[in-house]
């Protein structure tokens, strides 16, 4: 089991950043691939932003929404991954989900409880 505990939500205004943290506590979890999703009211949760293992050298993927406003990070030392958000915009709001996957699995098997991010115009 891995247990995925996120921090860092809040209110912020349109131009303005937040860093979202993600720790991650039970198994080795430099073995694991982390994504951030979100979800905002009345859509379907999305994949915004993965960074792989020391195995692909800390990849990353963005989606084209948040490519070079958002920076995705880990420190395995700590067992935590960040999310820094720059530039935000009222159509960022939602809620924020920090998921696990093993680098050997197909889905992502653990999940956050989620922190809301909200940003006013």
């Known amino acids: 089991q891995v247990q995925l505990v996120e921090s860092g939500g809040g209110l912020v205004q349109a131009g303005g950043s937040l860093r979202l943290s993600c720790a991650a506590s039970?198994?080795?979890?430099?073995?694991?691939?982390m994504g951030w999703f979100r979800q905002a009211p009345g859509k379907e949760r999305e994949l915004i932003a993965r960074i792989s293992g020391s195995w692909t050298g800390y990849s990353t993927w963005y989606a084209d929404p948040v490519k070079g406003r958002f920076t995705i990070s880990r420190d395995n030392a700590k067992n935590t991954v960040y999310l820094q958000m720059n530039s935000l915009k009222p159509e960022n709001t939602a809620v924020y989900y920090c998921a696990a996957k093993h680098r050997t699995g197909s889905d992502y098997s653990y999940w956050g409880q989620g922190t809301q991010v909200t940003v006013s115009s």
């Open positions: 039970g198994r080795t979890f430099s073995n694991y691939i």
